[in-house]
């Protein structure tokens, strides 16, 4: 293990399977939900953004430019699905459960038990507000990936100063 990886703060996980990026570009447990950036079945050049709470699993699915989706009436919509789907495989079933506070009835979590017991509280439509800042991280996620292979550091991730002082 090198230095930089020995004195590294921010510790990074390895995904729990790979999974492909088509359908589900961009996926994210923070702020309190399962969070991220879903492709359009009908129209390549849409993309939705889609959340779900954890504890209250208030859902809420939109375009990018803030459209209401139209298939999340009532109950999580097949966006909504893809991104649980897309969880899992990123982050395991049991974190996604343990995030979102949902204890499927028949023990050992998937991702289709996880989505039915979360359906099955006939959660409430969230507000959109999350939107915009998750298509924003999504956004700059694809910046990164533009940039060519490099050891040096980039100025915008030097959050912290470094550890020695440099004569």
Not at 64 to 82: E, L, M, Q, V, W
Request: charged fraction near 20%.
């Amino acid at each position: 293990m090198s230095d930089w990886e020995r004195s590294s703060t921010a510790r990074v996980t390895t995904p729990a399977r790979p999974r492909k990026l088509a359908k589900v570009p961009f996926v994210e447990l923070a702020d309190g939900r399962l969070q991220g950036v879903v492709s359009s079945g009908s129209d390549i050049g849409r993309v939705y953004v889609s959340s779900v709470a954890a504890a209250t699993y208030a859902f809420a699915c939109s375009t990018n430019n803030n459209r209401p989706c139209g298939g999340a009436r009532g109950s999580f919509c097949n966006h909504i699905r893809a991104l649980i789907n897309e969880a899992v495989l990123q982050y395991g079933a049991e974190r996604v459960a343990r995030y979102l506070k949902s204890e499927p009835a028949d023990g050992e979590p998937s991702a289709q038990t996880i989505a039915n017991d979360m359906s099955a509280a006939r959660p409430p439509q969230g507000d959109t507000k999350a939107a915009a800042p998750v298509f924003s991280r999504f956004l700059r996620h694809l910046a990164y990936l533009e940039l060519a292979p490099t050891t040096a550091p980039l100025p915008e991730m030097q959050w912290f100063p470094p550890t020695r002082a440099v004569a």
